[in-house]
């Protein structure tokens, strides 16, 4: 800004040239809600309002304004008024369209946990130039349970050592407990081991491990933010029969293998012995040694032994 002003001096006419061009450029661009960049906290499925505005265009050339969301952009209809928009409610849903002057356009939003950003893009249709104002979108929704387990853990206390699981999806992050059937508090947040909290900071894993003396009812799960609340159950005598039945399954399996392996091969030994002794008792060759001796006779015949 003070070059230009430098530049006024000495070539006053480039210089103001100059000045009113950049004005433009300024000028030019969108603000959604009267910035260029922000970032708004929203609640999901609460509709929301966004307004979009351009100044300093040719009121004989206004701008095309085109909304943007996750980056797709949103369709174009045409009125009798003119170009305008079609107001979504998100980028599935359908909408209503909304005119204001030429220069500004209304996009209506109810929104989805998965949105991101909002865009309104100025373009001049003549040049091609195109500007740009973004919203970054933070959605709020309830807490989410999407999983509840436990498993066994060797402990040398006495009792029965459970790890128990929980997988929760909440933005703003939600607030465990842990409770017993009586409704005494087993644990809270502050017990646990949260991971990947920043990578997916709506998806939580929360992992506990407990000793307890009897398997008899049921544990819940309470997850809970500002905007709601939500809980599981985990049966514990159900949790162990189905444990239990997996390897009473595979011993029984097992022996019936090896039941009629060991039959089989009693069979076999069977079927041998049978045979032997079927060779014992029928014909059997053996060597044979003789000798032939001639003797003399009263007679004329000879006779051979």
């Avoid at 000028?27 to 100044?55: L, M, W, Y």
């Avoid at 032939?292 to 009263?298: A, L, Q, R």
Wanted: with cysteine.
């Amino acid at each position: 800004m003070y070059s230009i002003s430098v530049c006024v001096c000495v070539f006053s006419k480039l210089c103001l040239t100059l000045c009113f061009s950049l004005t433009a450029s300024i000028d030019s661009a969108p603000k959604i809600d009267g910035q260029r960049t922000s970032s708004v906290t929203i609640q999901e499925n609460v509709t929301h309002h966004f307004s979009c505005q351009s100044e300093g265009w040719d009121a004989q050339a206004p701008p095309l304004l085109t909304w943007y969301l996750n980056g797709e952009r949103q369709r174009e209809v045409t009125g009798r008024r003119g170009a305008g928009r079609l107001v979504m409610t998100s980028s599935q849903d359908s909408g209503t369209l909304k005119y204001g002057s030429e220069r500004n356009s209304t996009f209506t939003l109810k929104p989805k946990r998965w949105d991101r950003e909002l865009v309104c893009a100025a373009r001049n249709p003549a040049r091609g130039e195109s500007y740009n104002a973004s919203v970054t979108l933070n959605v709020q929704f309830q807490p989410e349970i999407l999983r509840v387990d436990a498993h066994y853990s060797e402990s040398s206390d006495p009792g029965l050592a459970l790890i128990l699981f929980a997988l929760v999806r909440s933005n703003p992050p939600a607030t465990i407990r842990w409770v017993d059937q009586s409704g005494q508090l087993l644990a809270n947040s502050s017990d646990f081991l949260i991971l990947d909290s920043r990578s997916l900071p709506w998806l939580t894993n929360h992992s506990l491990q407990l000793t307890l003396s009897s398997l008899s009812g049921n544990i819940t799960v309470n997850a809970s933010n500002s905007l709601g609340s939500a809980h599981s159950n985990l049966t514990l005598t159900e949790f162990l029969q189905s444990r239990v039945e997996v390897p009473v399954f595979g011993i029984v399996t097992g022996g019936v293998a090896g039941f009629i392996t060991l039959l089989i091969f009693t069979l076999m030994v069977f079927f041998l012995l049978q045979k032997d002794k079927t060779k014992a008792l029928g014909f059997a060759r053996y060597p044979m040694v003789g000798y032939i001796y001639k003797v003399s006779s009263t007679s004329s015949d000879e006779i051979w032994l």
